[in-house]
């Protein structure tokens, strides 16, 4: 009756962590982020402290893996929605070199925690072996380096996302929340209200709209 139980609180584990899985669209490792990680290992302790007692009843067990996946859900959705609860649960990339010049407010940053030799070394595995080649580069959420040497490929920056400003991914920029507005409205709309996603890249604004269309529309040079 002992493996009965452990067979049936195990299989319910599974079940209920696939479902959040699939709810939360977190299908791949690749997909997650700190706080799937965190909240997976946090939940396979549930399941694993709980299939080999029985001294608590099934259905508190099936209750805790409830609450556990619903904060966690709740905690993903205030990550998108809000940008200050991502920026301090996730994480935000961290511009380190711009025009060839370091960074240093960000670099010596405590709360940042930048390593500069695992910077390094993590160029050299780019295929970059000294600094003075790197026009640009920032530390991504998940510790990777992203280095440009042409100052022509810059990466691209999201803006605005899903209703939210983002004003210090516009700082680094060096615009503003009204430079946004400017270039929206130059293209006939009164407002952000249609805009889904806001990109800077190569200089200039480009938008993906709430109806999939893009502005500017995309001109194929081929």
Same mark, same amino acid.
């Not at 000294?130 to 510790?143: K, L, M, R």
């Not at 249609?194 to 480009?206: A, L, S, T």
């Not at 893009?214 to 194929?220: E, R, Y």
């Given at each position: 009756m002992f493996y009965l139980w452990m067979f049936i609180k195990l299989v319910t584990g599974f079940a209920i962590i696939l479902a959040y899985l699939n709810i939360s669209g977190r299908s791949q490792f690749s997909q997650m982020n700190s706080i799937d990680l965190v909240g997976n290992f946090i939940l396979g302790g549930l399941v694993g402290g709980v299939i080999y007692t029985s001294s608590i009843p099934f259905y508190r067990y099936v209750l805790a893996l409830i609450i556990g996946i619903s904060i966690l859900l709740a905690i993903n959705f205030f990550c998108r929605k809000f940008n200050i609860f991502r920026n301090v649960t996730i994480g935000r990339q961290i511009p380190i070199i711009k025009n060839r010049r370091f960074i240093m407010e960000n670099i010596r940053d405590k709360n940042n925690k930048i390593d500069m030799i695992n910077i390094a070394s993590q160029l050299n595995l780019?295929?970059?072996? !000294?600094?003075?080649?790197?026009?640009?580069?920032?530390?991504?959420?998940?510790?990777?380096?992203?280095?440009?040497?042409?100052?022509?490929?810059?990466?691209? =920056?999201?803006?605005?996302?899903?209703? !939210? =400003?983002?004003?210090?991914?516009?700082?680094?920029?060096?615009?503003?929340?009204?430079?946004?507005?400017?270039?929206?409205?130059?293209?006939?709309?009164?407002?952000? *209200?249609?805009?889904?996603?806001?990109?800077?890249?190569?200089?200039?604004?480009?938008?993906?709209?709430? *109806?999939?269309?893009?502005?500017?529309?995309?001109?194929?040079? !081929?």
């Open positions: 780019q295929g970059i072996y !000294s600094f003075g080649d790197v026009y640009y580069a920032q530390v991504e959420p998940n510790g990777s380096i992203t280095a440009i040497t042409d100052k022509n490929k810059l990466p691209s =920056v999201i803006v605005y996302y899903d209703g !939210s =400003v983002r004003d210090q991914d516009l700082k680094d920029i060096d615009k503003t929340e009204d430079d946004l507005l400017a270039d929206v409205k130059s293209f006939g709309l009164k407002d952000l *209200d249609p805009i889904f996603m806001g990109v800077f890249h190569d200089g200039c604004f480009r938008y993906v709209c709430k *109806d999939g269309s893009v502005l500017p529309p995309h001109v194929d040079k !081929s």
